[in-house]
């Protein structure tokens, strides 16, 4: 049956779709569902919600709100509960993923204006949680919630799943990698190539390999520096 739904949804048109409501599947008004693959026991897609080409998606359940936009080529897969809030944007080419040797299901969360761009790998061995206005830019971070231990002596290992947290209006750029059990405190920046490996427990700037906090990083203060931007789209530019 999960089947036959995920094929009925990549053949018909979204405005038919529409007019179909169970308690398994719902999709809201102006919602958009391209040519992608679906597989969930249940489907819940909000008002003005868009999913794009090309995506494959195979969960749990997947909980969708208002003005979600998914674009295209995205991978979710594994025992996972997916929820989106409203206003969350997932870009293009992200794999968000659990391992076949899971032991629980685990629940992947974008809250209210989460952004993920492109080519960024989230493990979901754990949970994670992504918070309101968080921004994942650029490509190439990774989000691990799983570890392992090896012995000196021997040839056992032990795997240690911790989810990940992250605060409310934290800018993540590219090639990041946040290692499990992390917690990122809300207004933190991350700058590009850091590895995370320890709470930040302090909002600011974490920059580097070396990780360490640049406590009068205020960036509120440096956009009023800017001024008027030379470019105005849904945001303003600064082109120099």
Request: aromatic content about 10%.
């Amino acid at each position: 049956m999960i089947l036959l739904r995920a094929i009925l949804i990549f053949l018909t048109p979204s405005f038919i779709l529409r007019k179909i409501h169970t308690n398994r599947f719902s999709l809201g008004k102006r919602a958009r569902i391209g040519f992608s693959i679906i597989i969930s026991e249940t489907i819940n897609i909000g008002e003005d919600s868009q999913i794009g080409n090309g995506n494959w998606i195979q969960v749990i359940n997947i909980n969708i709100g208002k003005n979600v936009f998914i674009g295209s080529l995205n991978i979710i897969r594994g025992k996972i509960i997916v929820d989106l809030s409203d206003n969350a944007e997932l870009y293009k080419s992200n794999k968000i993923s659990a391992p076949m040797f899971n032991i629980a299901s685990s629940r992947f969360v974008m809250l209210d204006s989460a952004r993920i761009a492109v080519r960024h790998i989230f493990d979901l061995t754990h949970d994670i949680t992504i918070g309101r206005g968080v921004c994942i830019a650029g490509l190439g971070s990774q989000f691990w919630t799983h570890s392992f231990y090896y012995s000196q002596s021997s040839y056992k290992r032990v795997r240690v799943d911790k989810p990940i947290v992250i605060g409310d209006h934290c800018y993540i750029g590219s090639s990041v990698i946040v290692c499990a059990g992390v917690e990122i405190s809300s207004g933190v920046t991350v700058g590009a190539g850091t590895c995370v490996a320890k709470n930040l427990t302090s909002p600011g700037l974490y920059v580097s390999s070396a990780i360490r906090h640049i406590g009068d990083f205020d960036v509120d203060n440096i956009i009023s520096q800017y001024g008027k931007g030379q470019y105005k789209t849904e945001y303003e530019i600064f082109h120099s």
